[in-house]
C-alpha cells in the first residue's frame, strides 16, 4: 500500500519560509516522478511543483518560479518543498504526490486517478 506523509506546514507572516517534507513508503521510490499540488479554500487544486526521477528536472507554477524549490532524496524517499518569500496568497493545503506511471515524465494536469496522494499539510501566511 502507497503511503506519502507531508510534514512542515504551519503558521508564518509573510517573507517567510518554510520547507516541506513528504516522506513515501509501498512503492520503489526512485522510480516515481513527484510533485506538489494546493488548494485554498473555495478554490480549485493547482500544480505548485515537480520533480523528475534523478532530480535532473524541475517544473514550477509561474506564480511560485524563484521562489520555491522542489528536491529530492531517493535515498530516504522524500521530496521537498523550500518556500521562500511567502506572499498571503500562497495560503493553502499542500498536498504531496507521485505520479502513477513509474519511469515516466509527471503530468501536471491534476487528475486525481494520474497519481498516489498525500494526506495534505496546512500553510498560512499573514499579512
Known amino acids: 500500500q502507497v503511503q506519502l506523509v507531508e510534514s512542515g506546514g504551519g503558521s508564518v507572516q509573510a517573507g517567510g519560509s518554510l520547507r516541506l517534507s513528504c516522506v513515501g513508503s509501498?512503492?520503489?521510490?526512485?522510480?516515481?516522478?513527484m510533485g506538489w499540488f494546493r488548494q485554498a479554500p473555495g478554490k480549485e487544486r493547482e500544480f505548485v511543483a515537480a520533480?523528475?526521477?534523478?532530480?535532473?528536472?524541475?517544473n514550477y507554477a509561474d506564480s511560485v518560479k524563484g521562489r520555491f524549490t522542489i528536491s529530492r532524496d531517493n535515498a530516504k524517499n522524500t521530496v521537498n518543498l523550500q518556500m521562500n518569500s511567502l506572499k498571503p496568497e500562497d495560503t493553502a493545503l499542500y498536498y504531496c504526490?507521485?505520479?502513477?506511471?513509474?519511469?515516466?515524465?509527471?503530468?501536471?494536469?491534476?487528475?486525481?486517478?494520474?497519481?498516489?496522494w498525500g494526506q495534505g499539510t496546512q500553510v498560512t501566511v499573514s499579512s
Open positions: 509501498g512503492l520503489t521510490f526512485s522510480r516515481y516522478a
Open positions: 520533480i523528475n526521477q534523478s532530480a535532473g528536472s524541475t
Open positions: 504526490n507521485a505520479y502513477k506511471m513509474a519511469y515516466a515524465t509527471y503530468d501536471a494536469r491534476g487528475l486525481d486517478r494520474l497519481y498516489y
